[in-house]
Every structure is written in structure tokens, then in C-alpha cells.
């Protein structure tokens, strides 16, 4: 088995703050995402990573940068902060491209004051 | 451009009647269709899923109907319990090549079962 740990669990920011979400998988999985989750919206992806190095845009990237510094990590970062900022970004990861299974963290809860 | 359709927003049920999610999609080239459960202060999990290539899949209480002619599917929950109270997650994937696969989530329903 494995997990996925994503930190902090809650982050606070300022409007117009740059805020960093970070994600580790300890499954040795090749691809790893970024979804926010939004009441009422279901999942909406923002960036994925096929594989080390590899960086690819989703549906709700405008607004976010991300990083995949090595294979067990992926950051995201909020680049402006906005005041309707907030939602759950949850981190996955799966064994390879297809996607058939994905494996969740519990989440960063994002507030923007 | 919600894809992924889900229905009802929130469902409350009994304990040991059968819940019945509904999703529906548009596009006629998603060839697989996972369910994911979600309770609060967790992340979603793969519940049970389903290729296009089949009607029905069953695991244990739960069951996937899936009509590929309608773009529709369902999952049934027979005996529902307690413990089944979550958010209920419909996806669909494109199996595309050159690995860029990803999953399209519908917006959730809201499972709450009475005991």
C-alpha cells in the first residue's frame, strides 16, 4: 500500500497572496493531478503529470503554476489569490497514464481572507 | 460545459432499501466510467467501475447499470447501511493516446441513509 500526503492540510492566505500546496506519494506512481474541489461543482482538474518532467495543463489551470520536482512530489501554487478562492485542492496520483485508478490525498482546505 | 451529469444533487434513503445515483455524459467517446466514494474530511476512493463494453457490473452490494445507446448509467446500492452515507462521484475518461487520459468528474450527489 501507499499514501498520499498533502500539506498543510489548511492554508490561509491573503488576497493577492501567492500560496504553495504540496503533494507526496509514497506508491512509486508515475502520474500525479491536482483537482479542486468546489461544493456543488464535483472535481475540476488543474494540472497533471504524466511522469517526472512531464507537465500538463487542465480544464482550470489559468491562475496556478505547478511543479513536479521529482517523481513522489507535485506542487501547485496559487499565483494571486483571490477572495472566491476557496475550495479543497486534493492530489492524486495513479500507476501510469491510463488513469483507471486514482488514489486521493485528504485534501488542502484553501480560505482567502 | 458540464459533461458529466449526476442526479439527484442529495438522495436520503433508509436503512436496507436500495439507493439509485444516476449519471449521464455527452460524449460518445468515454470508454470507461469509475464511481468514487467520498466521506467527509477524506479524498475520494475508487468504489467500483465499469468499461463501455459492458452493461452491468456488480460488486457485492453495489451494481453498475450502464445503457452505452442512452449515454447513461447508474449505481445501485442494495441494503444500504449507515455506513454508506458519502459523496457519491460519477467520471468518465477518454482512452486516448499518447497519454493524455484524464478523468472528467460529474458534480456529486449527497447519500445520506437513515438508520
Known amino acids: 500500500g501507499g499514501i498520499i500526503t498533502q500539506t498543510p492540510k489548511f492554508l490561509i492566505g491573503q488576497e493577492g497572496q501567492k500560496l504553495t500546496l504540496k503533494c507526496q506519494q509514497n506508491?512509486?506512481?508515475?502520474?500525479m493531478y491536482w483537482y479542486r474541489q468546489d461544493s456543488g461543482k464535483g472535481l475540476r482538474l488543474i494540472y497533471y503529470s504524466i511522469t517526472e518532467n512531464d507537465l500538463q495543463k487542465g480544464d482550470l489551470s489559468e491562475g496556478y503554476d505547478a511543479s513536479r520536482e521529482k517523481k513522489s512530489s507535485f506542487s501547485l501554487t496559487v499565483t494571486s489569490a483571490q477572495k472566491n478562492e476557496m475550495a479543497v485542492f486534493l492530489c492524486?496520483?495513479?500507476?501510469?497514464?491510463?488513469?483507471?485508478?486514482?488514489?486521493f490525498g485528504s485534501g488542502t482546505r484553501l480560505t482567502v481572507l | 460545459q458540464q459533461q458529466v451529469r449526476q442526479s439527484p444533487q442529495s438522495l436520503t434513503v433508509w436503512e436496507g432499501e436500495t439507493a439509485i445515483l444516476n449519471c449521464s455524459y455527452e460524449?460518445?467517446?468515454?470508454?470507461?466510467f469509475p464511481w468514487y466514494q467520498q466521506f467527509p474530511g477524506e479524498g475520494p476512493a475508487l468504489l467500483i467501475s465499469?468499461?463501455?463494453?459492458?452493461d452491468k457490473k456488480e460488486d457485492g452490494r453495489f451494481t453498475i447499470f450502464f445503457n452505452k445507446r442512452e449515454k447513461k448509467l447508474s449505481l445501485h446500492i442494495a441494503d444500504s447501511q449507515p455506513g454508506d452515507s458519502a459523496t457519491y462521484f460519477c467520471?468518465?475518461?477518454?482512452?486516448?493516446?499518447?497519454?493524455?487520459?484524464?478523468?472528467?468528474f460529474g458534480q456529486g450527489t449527497v447519500l445520506s441513509v437513515i438508520p
Open positions: 460524449n460518445s467517446a468515454f470508454d470507461y
Open positions: 467520471a468518465a475518461r477518454v482512452l486516448a493516446t499518447g497519454g493524455n487520459n484524464k478523468l472528467t
Open positions: 465499469i468499461l463501455s463494453v459492458s
Open positions: 492524486a496520483s495513479s500507476i501510469d497514464w491510463s488513469a483507471e485508478t486514482l488514489y
Open positions: 506508491f512509486n506512481h508515475d502520474t
